[in-house]
């Protein structure tokens, strides 16, 4: 399996990686794009959150950051998603995208719906026994549709701080002091913040752009 050794190799693997071919407007799914997805590995890489971790990807979809985490060294792998045609996907991207036989055992994909778990160590897969796993990945939905519901994110937060030491998390930059009031009064503790501009394709009927880009923040979070 190819060794990453700088950021752009990693940008230039997830470019492979498809987007949803039918994403569904009460999912929010939005494919981040690989310019933002290897610049939030890289950055987890390089702080230590990744080489020989624990990884779970929350609201995987067509696993970008999965794959990607396999890619820098991770441990063990696993993407949990709501929806099995973007499972689908991603097994089927990580066949064919240059992943070494002995790695590809170390990838999980579960599907599940954040509401309905509870502990990832109860899901019984390899490699995660452990009360919490290293890193969890996530971008859940923005709540920014009337058919997503209530607290989605929230709920993401709520799962993310009982099943990992840290997370990655992403959100709109205009919901920045509410969710920092979120994460500390969890007790969790926001280490740092990146900035992005998010494009927003216009893949919905509802969408009267052809593009648009909105604020997001990644927040990395400690648990511990």
């Known amino acids: 399996m190819r060794k990453i050794t700088k950021k ?7 470019q ?13 799914q939005y494919s981040t794009p690989s310019s933002i997805a290897s610049d939030v590995l890289w950055n987890a890489y390089t702080l230590g959150d990744i080489y020989n971790m624990n990884i779970v990807d929350l609201g995987c979809g067509t696993g970008i950051f999965s794959i990607g ?3 820098l060294g991770a441990n063990s792998v696993l993407g ?17 995208i240059g992943i070494s036989t002995e ?22 897969i390899s490699g995660f026994s452990n009360d919490k796993v290293d890193t969890l990945i996530q971008n859940p939905p923005f709540g920014s549709q009337e058919k997503a519901k209530n607290g989605a994110d929230r709920r993401f937060i709520d799962f993310a701080c009982e099943n990992s030491e840290v997370i990655y998390s992403f ?9 920092v009031n979120y994460f500390e009064d969890l007790g ?3 280490t740092h913040e990146f900035y992005y501009n998010f494009p927003l394709k216009k893949i919905y009927k509802f969408h009267t752009q052809e593009s648009r880009n909105v604020g997001v923040i990644v927040f990395r979070v400690e648990t511990f």
């Open 8 to 14: 752009k190799h990693l940008e230039m693997i997830l």
């Open 16 to 28: 492979n990686i498809p987007s949803h071919p039918n994403p569904k407007v009460e999912f929010e």
């Open 69 to 71: 985490s396999i890619f």
């Open 80 to 96: 949990i998603d709501i929806d099995d045609e973007s499972l689908e996907m991603a097994q089927n991207v990580s066949k064919h």
């Open 103 to 124: 790695k590809m055992d170390s990838l999980h994909f579960f599907q599940g719906n954040v509401n309905n778990l509870k502990k990832i160590k109860d899901l019984d």
């Open 171 to 179: 959100h709109m930059a205009s919901t920045h002091d509410f969710i």
């Open 188 to 190: 969790a503790k926001i």
